[in-house]
């Protein structure tokens, strides 16, 4: 059962923002990045992973990040799991805005209504060359835009480029008027990313779901906590 105290922190919170990251997904079956088991731990190829997730590959050797991401990257079958659906319905119900760095369409699948993809989203595809949207079922078959001869890419934010503008600042107003921030499936070390908590009220409470204790150079309350558990045990009410 979650404690009472957290359940209250939850009950009366007027502004609520979810900074979550890739664990979130790693109940849905989607690997995260550097875990014991990450993308980027567990990788056998010849480059480090950040190679082929970067404008330095998509523009000197485009099929080797095709063919990169085709393998890696997409899980179409996989569904959202209850972190997905307990947050996606705080957003439904109350005044709740989920920033996420997952590229990987979930939270959509879950119906969040308030979402922020800081990193933008695989299943959005487009020709590099007309600027066309393409359905990623395409994508995966051919990297070809055949009308004109482009070259296909999803809509993410690669290594070597920079942040969506309209993403970072809706970012940054969720977290400054939210009075409680909760940190779940990142280690919120990676920037810019980690560097939205730096916006946050005097006031805001912040919490923090993980296995894994994290450090933070300000008071927030650690839930050493499987998030899944938590937010299986947590009600969202109105």
Not at 2 to 30: H, M, P
Not at 54 to 82: H, I, Q
Not at 98 to 120: C, M, P, W
Not at 217 to 232: I, L
Request: with cysteine; glycine share 6%; proline share 4%.
């Amino acid at each position: 059962m979650i404690d009472s105290e957290l359940q209250t922190e939850f009950d009366n919170a007027k502004r609520i923002v979810f900074l979550t990251g890739a664990g979130v997904s790693t109940a849905s079956g989607i690997p995260d990045y550097r875990s014991k088991n990450g993308l980027y731990t567990n990788d056998k190829s010849d480059k480090p992973a950040e190679y082929y997730l970067s404008t330095d590959c998509l523009r000197g050797e485009p099929k080797v990040f095709w063919e990169y991401e085709k393998s890696n990257m997409y899980y179409p079958d996989a569904k959202p799991n209850v972190i997905h659906e307990r947050q996606a319905e705080f957003t439904q119900k109350r005044n709740a805005v989920v920033v996420t760095q997952n590229i990987d369409s979930l939270y959509r699948k879950a119906n969040t209504q308030h979402l922020v993809e800081f990193h933008g989203n695989l299943y959005n595809v487009y020709c590099q060359k007309c600027h066309k949207k393409f359905d990623y079922k395409d994508y995966l078959k051919s990297m070809y835009h055949e009308n004109c001869g482009g070259i296909l890419r999803p809509d993410i934010v690669l290594y070597g480029e920079g942040l969506d503008p309209v993403a970072i600042s809706k970012s940054v107003e969720a977290v400054s008027k939210a009075d409680l921030i909760v940190i779940v499936g990142t280690s919120m070390r990676v920037y810019p990313f980690a560097g939205l908590i730096d916006y946050r009220s005097q006031n805001a409470k912040v919490l923090a779901v993980n296995e894994e204790p994290l450090q933070f150079g300000f008071p927030f309350t650690m839930v050493k906590e499987n998030a899944v558990d938590f937010f299986s045990d947590l009600t969202v009410t109105v």
